[in-house]
């Protein structure tokens, strides 16, 4: 065989070396801001979590009668606390604790007193920080994955996706818990 021919097919296999170490390494990083944006998510939910304690103990001075809409809020919140599934049973987890905590909202709603005191106002800013903060988080995650997702599945780099056993993402979808509603304007 002669030296250039053995030159030309060392080339190509350097040049195919390349070329799938550098689509598996974008699949690689690809992984690594999912799972990084993830962090991002878990962390916001968490700070919910925290929050939702104060906010129903707030709540249960001024609306004794309400005890079932507390304990339901409170299941949700261990339920969704405890959730370490895949992002979509923990997407069904959050949507059971943001229902729950729609119906307490709605109970405050009936204690005007409860509505204007200092300390659940400053509950409920937080709650709606949180919530924005936590759809942030939340966009930002279901941003990589779709990136990623598109790595895994588009040639050429199926291929090596596939080889190497990357597998797609799910996304992270959830309401908000505390929807800002636009007031009615009447003229």
Not at 93 to 113: A, G, Q, T
Not at 125 to 141: C, K, P
Request: proline share 3%.
């Amino acid at each position: 065989m002669s030296p250039v021919i053995i030159a030309i097919v060392v080339a190509v296999a350097l040049l195919l070396f390349l070329w799938v170490a550098f689509m598996y390494n974008g699949l690689v990083r690809g992984r690594n801001h999912c799972d990084e944006a993830w962090s991002n998510v878990d962390t916001e939910l968490k700070r919910r979590y925290n929050l939702i304690p104060n906010l129903v103990d707030t709540v249960k001075g001024y609306a004794a009668y309400e005890r079932e809409t507390m304990e339901s809020v409170t299941r949700a919140r261990n339920t969704a606390l405890a959730s370490q599934g895949s992002p979509a049973s923990q997407a069904r987890d959050e949507n059971m604790l943001v229902d729950s905590l729609r119906r307490l909202l709605v109970v405050v709603e009936k204690y005007p007193e409860l509505k204007a005191s200092e300390n659940f106002l400053k509950l409920q800013e937080e709650l709606i920080n949180t919530e924005d903060r936590i759809q942030r988080a939340r966009r930002f995650y279901n941003g990589n994955v779709r990136d990623y997702n598109n790595r895994v599945e588009v040639f050429p780099s199926a291929l090596v996706a596939r080889c190497s056993g990357f597998k797609q993402r799910e996304f992270f979808e959830i309401e908000t818990a505390a929807e800002r509603v636009a007031p009615a304007v009447k003229l």
